[in-house]
């Protein structure tokens, strides 16, 4: 059974974790458009430069060409944006996952469970917070997510 302090830490950790949840989804789909405007922008440079080296256009051009799509390519393999969407996933899911759990047992405070399953839910969101340590945080967006949850769950902003 809960007291009164946990089951409002519970809140607490409930609205953080969804607040995560979205955080880490929004960051998902930004590295995955990344990823794909330098893919996209690698191959075309790319054909781009080779064009203009078999064309026999302006070597000068053709080079820069080149050297724009190796750069490209460098920061593609040096930034790792799509492993660090699939990460974002991953997050993603954990927090969602965590954000249901504790919905559940703020449901049910009275149950003879109930601190041991908040401990197991607090040591899971410890993990899931140093898994996200490697992230920049991005004040703007974890705070327009909040207030988003913040309304969706009647709390002030």
Same mark, same amino acid.
């Given at each position: 059974?809960?007291?009164?302090?946990?089951?409002?830490?519970?809140?607490?950790?409930?609205?953080?974790?969804?607040?995560?949840? !979205? !955080?880490?989804?929004?960051?998902?789909?930004? *590295?995955?458009?990344?990823?794909?405007?330098?893919?996209?922008?690698?191959?075309?440079?790319?054909?781009?430069? /080779?064009?203009?080296?078999? =064309?026999?256009? @302006? #070597?000068? *051009?053709?080079?820069?060409?080149?050297?724009?799509?190796?750069?490209? =390519?460098? !920061?593609? +393999?040096?930034?790792?944006?799509?492993?660090?969407?699939? @990460?974002?996933?991953?997050?993603?899911?954990?927090?969602?996952? +965590?954000?249901? %759990? !504790?919905? &559940?047992?703020?449901? @049910? #405070?009275? =149950?003879? @469970?109930?601190?041991?399953?908040?401990?197991? &839910?607090?040591?899971? /969101?410890?993990?899931? =917070?140093?898994?996200?340590?490697?992230? #920049? %945080?991005?004040?703007?967006?974890?705070?327009?997510?909040?207030?988003?949850?913040?309304?969706?769950?009647? &709390? #002030?902003?």
């Amino acid at each position: 059974m809960l007291n009164e302090e946990q089951i409002h830490a519970l809140l607490e950790e409930t609205v953080c974790a969804e607040t995560r949840a !979205y !955080y880490f989804a929004e960051q998902c789909n930004r *590295l995955q458009q990344i990823q794909r405007w330098v893919t996209f922008g690698s191959l075309l440079l790319a054909s781009a430069a /080779a064009a203009a080296f078999a =064309s026999k256009i @302006d #070597p000068a *051009l053709a080079s820069a060409l080149a050297l724009l799509s190796a750069a490209a =390519s460098a !920061y593609t +393999l040096s930034f790792q944006n799509q492993k660090r969407a699939i @990460d974002a996933a991953d997050l993603h899911s954990r927090w969602n996952q +965590l954000s249901i %759990e !504790y919905t &559940l047992l703020y449901a @049910d #405070p009275s =149950s003879e @469970d109930a601190e041991a399953r908040l401990k197991v &839910l607090m040591a899971r /969101a410890a993990e899931a =917070s140093k898994a996200g340590s490697v992230f #920049p %945080e991005d004040k703007k967006s974890m705070m327009k997510w909040q207030r988003l949850v913040h309304s969706h769950h009647g &709390l #002030p902003a």
